[in-house]
């Protein structure tokens, strides 16, 4: 079944409201039409991320190929599942380089895999469900040996649940006794070290240097000097720990100087639609102010959040519910690591604001950070624009950009925790300073690296020459001598 990939506009009621999303285009019967299921499928589940909706549109890309290459090979939904399966991890093409199917599938990763799979299996659910239609993945009774290691699971999983202590006993035991036809594969166990984090004898030459401008033959003033913009984005990242995502719902009005000391930054990141919003605007329908940021948005400037936009427009910028820090106004402060992140972010806060101010940004909207090119002078800036900055100052102060060097943008966010960890912090800080829901969740930026692991044995090797001996080599060479005793009584024996 031929397929194209498009984005679609959905008005449900007479409203001007659209709900926007990609889809499929299908060739059937000769006409051109929209996948209506998948579609609708994808409705009922509109508020889910940009890319939970890519990834399942490509798995049913994926799946129409495959039962337009393999249209004889199958008699049944569950066989027809258990092959496609096969096909994803391992790919179409024999050791030869040939796939009389034409699909030249190459394997893909076990955990890219899982992820298409399971869109999969939630898809087929729900087509079962509202139309009948034979599942793809039907559920079947465990064996006893998939039962313990479905329970474990669920144990495991319910003690690391903010809200595990409520979960029903009985249901977990009854859901332990069902398992898919086709299991996903177990991806292999690693460390979650992908990403290093940004070199700590680097930073102050990436802010200082890398986002220097220069001018020929011209000496640039203290404001002109540097993109303000860029390095006050880096601190809140560096010194602040914020994900680089989190950064661009920032509005102007959210810093401010610490009452108790004038010279300390105070950075609030409010929730994208429900945190509270400035009371300098009014409802006109009821002269109210206008309390959130959703509804503060769309009536004085006609937007939207920019975590409602599609991942495809360049206003979008994501939002991984990080904890917030005050329930009633709905913010994450920023804590500074150390202290003098926020004293630096202040004095370039002010240079960036001054900046603005000389460029004549127009005011169209609250957010902090925005273009400075003249053709979209004073847009939100996406984020594609701020990496590019970024990778061009990693790069000019002489680095590889890579996230196993650190040099991402991400790796600022890693410099933090590991920073975090070297400060001896306790868990429960760590997880409200990085805004992590789970205590877990922390872990991926404080755990040992491999240098840290290496430095450790280095140091070790170094007592154990300098005469320092292991615990138990006391008890290894009194069973040593034993046993060289033991083999003098059998060769006197034996002689």
């Known amino acids: 079944m031929k397929h194209v990939k498009v984005k679609s506009e959905t008005y449900r009621d007479n409203s001007a409201k659209s709900i926007n999303l990609p889809t499929l285009l299908i060739e059937y019967d000769g006409e051109v039409q929209v996948l209506e299921q998948l579609h609708q499928y994808q409705l009922k589940h509109k508020l889910k991320s940009s ?67 399971t869109a999969l299996n939630s ?105 303000w913009r860029d390095i006050a984005i880096t601190i809140l990242m560096h010194g602040g720990g914020l994900r680089h995502s989190e950064v661009f719902h920032l509005w102007v009005q959210d810093v401010f100087a610490d009452p108790e000391d004038p010279d300390l930054a105070v950075v609030r990141i409010y929730h994208p639609s429900e945190g509270r919003a400035p009371e300098d ?7 109210k102010y206008v309390t959130d940021r959703a509804s503060y948005l769309l009536l004085k400037y006609g937007l939207l959040p920019r975590n409602r936009y599609s991942g495809n427009d ?7 519910e990080p904890r917030l820090d005050n329930d009633e106004d709905k913010y994450m402060h920023v804590y500074w690591l150390s202290k003098e992140w926020g004293y630096l972010f202040m004095h370039v806060w002010k240079m960036y604001l001054a900046q603005r101010l000389r460029e004549s940004i127009p005011n169209t909207h609250p957010f902090a950070f925005v273009n400075h090119l003249p053709k979209y002078k004073g847009e939100m800036m996406p984020l594609r624009t701020q990496k590019q900055s970024h990778a061009k100052a990693v790069e000019k102060i002489g680095l590889v950009i890579a996230k196993n060097n650190g040099t991402t ?28 829901k789970s205590i877990e969740s922390q872990k991926v930026y404080t755990e040992p690296t491999v240098s840290d692991v290496t430095n450790s044995l280095n140091y070790a090797t170094v007592f154990l020459e300098n005469g320092f001996e292991l615990p138990v080599k006391a008890e290894i060479d009194e069973w040593f001598n034993e046993e060289k005793q033991l083999q003098r009584r059998y060769m006197l024996r034996g002689k």
């Open 409 to 436: 943008e991400h790796g600022h966010r890693h410099a933090y925790g590991q920073r975090l960890k070297g400060a001896g912090i306790e868990d429960r800080i760590k997880q409200v300073a990085m805004h992590h």
């Open 51 to 117: 890319s939970w909706h890519n990834k399942l549109v490509q798995a049913v890309g994926l799946l129409l190929d495959y039962m337009e290459a393999n249209q004889d090979n199958y008699t049944s939904a569950k066989d027809f599942f258990e092959i496609f399966t096969e096909s994803i991890y391992e790919g179409t093409i024999n050791e030869d380089g040939f796939d009389p199917s034409g699909l030249y599938w190459i394997p893909k990763r076990t955990e890219t895999a899982n992820m298409l799979l």
């Open 314 to 320: 360049k206003r979008f910028a994501g939002w991984k």
């Open 281 to 287: 605007f009014k409802n006109p329908t009821n002269g």
């Open 123 to 227: 898809f087929s659910d729900w087509l079962h469900d509202e139309y009948g239609a034979a599942q793809l993945n039907p559920w079947r009774e465990a064996t006893s040996y998939e039962q313990r290691l479905n329970w474990m699971a669920q144990i495991n999983k319910s003690h690391h649940s903010f809200l595990g202590h409520l979960n029903d006993v009985h249901e977990m035991t009854d859901t332990a006794k069902q398992i898919r036809n086709v299991k996903n594969r177990r991806k292999p166990y690693s460390a979650h070290g992908g990403t290093k984090a940004f070199p700590e004898d680097q930073i102050h030459n990436l802010l200082w240097e890398g986002f220097k401008k220069t001018r020929k033959n011209l000496d640039l003033n203290l404001i002109d000097r540097y993109n």
